[in-house]
């Protein structure tokens, strides 16, 4: 890492008028905060020794850490906010990548998935904002999706039949049985032409990722059984008291408390300048 920032400094020193953009500078922050010092002289000779604009992308959360741990860094920032965007606005984001990432990935869209992504994006995936969040949860879903289409069983049932022939093939030399090799050596060219036509068959159908695949991927990312991920908000929020109330004994009044707290934070009845609730 200290190297590749040595190297950036050096060709940046010998650009004309550069401009340099971090992006994801949350995963320096990481290194920065953390036991290796050498990683934080790096990033302070980096915003020290340069004199030209550096843009950074990062979020809230990392720049707190950076705050509390090297303050010295932060005080090297001009720091503009930006707010996390609208569902509508991640919805025209999403769509912008949609095709950037089928062409990647080799895959297709349904229709409604951008929709379905960025909803439940906002409501499970809490530690990013939209539309980072809903980009994070399709490609992660597509990427699924590419490793199935790639993980074909005929494929394997080809390969085991390769192994199985070369071992013959290895038996029938070694026992000078020619007339046995030639054969081999015919099935052993048909099983791999077999193979590239699968391949080439692959490679021209994209699958279609639909919501079912975009409900698992979720389900796996953030642990929340499938068969909830399903449920419009409106149900989870009316049963969410019962719910509480199976897993917490004996605080039914809190319970209701904090429940009434999140049915108002819904509808719209809270003031962002304070919390949910104070209890």
Same mark, same amino acid.
């Given at each position: ?14 650009? %004309? &008028? ?59 920032f001009?720091?503009i ?6 569902? &509508? ?9 949609? &095709? ?34 809903? !980009? ?5 879903? $597509? ?8 993980n ?13 022939l070369?071992? !013959?093939?290895?038996?029938? %030399?070694?026992?000078?049985? !020619? ?16 193979g %590239? ?8 159908s994209?699958?279609? /990722? ?8 979720i389900s ?9 991920? $399903? ?6 929020l $009316? ?14 009044e809190?319970i ?9 934070? &819904? /509808? ?8 949910i609730? $104070?209890f």
């Amino acid at each position: 890492f200290e190297g590749h920032v040595s190297e950036l400094i050096h060709d940046l020193k010998n650009a %004309v &008028k550069p401009i340099l953009f971090i992006d994801n500078f949350d995963s320096i922050v990481e290194q920065t905060v953390g036991d290796r010092q050498s990683s934080y002289g790096a990033i302070y000779t980096l915003f020290t020794t340069l004199d030209i604009p550096i843009i950074v992308n990062i979020t809230s959360k990392a720049l707190s850490l950076l705050r509390r741990y090297k303050p010295i860094i932060v005080k090297k920032f001009q720091i503009i906010d930006v707010d996390e965007l609208s569902e &509508k606005e991640a919805n025209v984001a999403l769509a912008y990548h949609k &095709k950037e990432l089928e062409n990647f990935h080799k895959i297709q869209y349904d229709d409604d998935i951008i929709d379905l992504c960025v909803k439940l994006s906002k409501r499970y995936i809490v530690d990013k904002p939209l539309p980072f969040s809903a !980009i994070e949860v399709l490609d992660q879903c $597509s990427a699924e999706q590419k490793s199935k289409k790639m993980n074909n069983p005929e494929l394997r049932e080809i390969e085991n039949e390769l192994l199985t022939l070369e071992g !013959i093939k290895n038996e029938s %030399v070694k026992k000078d049985d !020619i007339d046995n090799v030639k054969n081999i050596d015919k099935l052993i060219n048909e099983a791999k032409l077999r193979g %590239v036509k699968i391949k080439e068959e692959m490679e021209h159908s994209n699958p279609i /990722i639909t919501k079912t695949e975009l409900y698992e991927t979720i389900s796996k990312m953030v642990g929340v059984p499938l068969s909830n991920l $399903s449920k419009s908000e409106k149900e989870i929020l $009316s049963n969410i008291d019962k719910v509480l109330k199976k897993h917490i004994i004996g605080q039914d009044e809190a319970i209701e408390s904090v429940t009434r707290a999140i049915k108002r934070n &819904k /509808i719209g009845l809270y003031l962002n300048t304070k919390p949910i609730g $104070s209890f």
